[in-house]
């Protein structure tokens, strides 16, 4: 089975790209493919939705934990390691306003999540939130 596969991420009217929160990740090796729509009001939703794309099109057979109730704990490790650096590296003018944001999302970013497999002769979908694939 051939699959052809062409995707990009735009950022909303009026926003520049680096401001995009969502994410997408492909691996033709794996046959994956996975899309994430960071939520706005959430605390960094890029990297979130960066890592759960990038962790799924790598290990799509261990995104999932506990019967596909609770994603990786990896995850969210890497999303907390992540964060760190990024506040250590800023200025510290800026660490008291990101720790009032950070405050406000004790479970740090938020995201919609689809992801593809081809498994042999089908194919499998994994959705969280409401992300819909056409």
Do not use: H
Request: net charge negative; with cysteine; proline share 3%.
């Amino acid at each position: 089975m051939k699959i052809s596969i062409s995707a990009f991420i735009t950022a909303k009217t009026g926003n520049k790209i680096s401001e995009c929160e969502d994410a997408f990740s492909i691996s033709t090796d794996r046959r994956v493919i996975a899309v994430s729509d960071g939520v706005s009001q959430s605390f960094y939703p890029n990297v979130w939705s960066r890592i759960l794309c990038d962790y799924f099109t790598k290990s799509p057979e261990e995104f999932f934990q506990e019967e596909k109730q609770t994603i990786n704990s990896d995850c969210t490790k890497q999303y907390r390691e992540e964060v760190e650096k990024i506040f250590n590296s800023l200025p510290e003018s800026k660490k008291r306003l990101v720790r009032v944001s950070q405050s406000k999302f004790p479970n740090g970013g938020a995201a919609t999540f689809v992801g593809l497999q081809v498994i042999e002769d089908r194919i499998q979908i994994d959705c969280i939130g409401d992300s819909v694939l056409f």
